[in-house]
Nanobody, 124 residues
Framework: QVQLVESGGGLVQAGGSLSLSCVVS????????MGWFRQAPGKEREFVAA????????YYADSVKGRFTISRDNTKNTVYLQMNSLNPEDTAVYYC?????????????????WGQGTQVTVSS
């Protein structure tokens, strides 16, 4: 069983930064894709970024490209999401997700494992 635990959310002013972490435990996950999604009230869960555990290749939604950076530390089984230049539209619950394989779908239903989510609130 794979478990994902996010941390690092909080309240920040517009223009500020936050860093999220996702610790992965359970079964080994070498050939997999890790993703970050977010869900604002009344909206569907949307893709933010993804990374391959194996080669570190990264993928971003257009809305966060240039502001957010996804990374991973294989020795700590942890995936990070560094978020800079935050704006109120980034306010949402952020979820860590995982799936086997190196495809990078941008739809939430294509990911198998999920964390519990962490709230990010950006004030104007």
């Amino acid at each position: 069983q794979v478990q994902l635990v996010e941390s690092g959310g909080g309240l920040v002013q517009a223009g500020g930064s936050l860093s999220l972490s996702c610790v992965v435990s359970g079964r080994a996950f070498p050939s997999s894709t890790m993703g970050w999604f977010r869900q604002a009230p009344g909206k569907e869960r949307e893709f933010v970024a993804a990374i391959h555990w194996s080669d570190g290749n990264t993928y971003y939604a257009d809305s966060v490209k240039g502001r957010f950076t996804i990374s991973r530390d294989n020795t700590k089984n942890t995936v990070y999401l560094q978020m800079n230049s935050l704006n109120p539209e980034d306010t949402a619950v952020y979820y860590c997700a995982a799936r086997y394989g190196l495809d990078v779908p941008r739809t939430f239903y294509d990911y198998t494992y999920w964390g519990q989510g962490t709230q990010v609130t950006v004030s104007s």
